[in-house]
């Protein structure tokens, strides 16, 4: 990716990282309206997510990657896995999303 987008310098890796964190943002605002958030505080919430100063060692450091790489296929199993609990009709197994946006929060 890095080579593609800017050899092997340090803007490539930044440019790459700043691409990833906004996949982030955006597949928590989906995770967000899939949860049932309207689709304002959807935006709000991938906002908040893209805008905090707390990301910025994930999107500056090479090393912070890691993180959003993590990020991104967290997001994505959670939303591959959102249908299936809701096709469910018991509540039990619509409370196990629960500590996994917790986990969301935390991370």
Known sequence: WNHAVGSF????????????????SMLLGLLGHALG??????LIL??????HPI???SV????GRA????????LVAT???TPCAKELKSQSYGLLLLPLCVLLIVA
């Open 37 to 42: 958030l309207s689709p304002d505080f959807a």
């Open 46 to 51: 991938a906002a908040l997510f893209l805008a």
């Open 55 to 57: 990301h910025t060692e």
């Open 67 to 74: 993180d959003l790489l993590c990020l991104l296929l967290l």
């Open 60 to 63: 500056l450091y090479i090393v």
């Open 79 to 81: 939303l591959l896995y």
């Open 9 to 24: 310098e340090g803007s490539g890796f930044h440019i790459v990282n700043v691409l990833l964190n906004l996949a982030c």
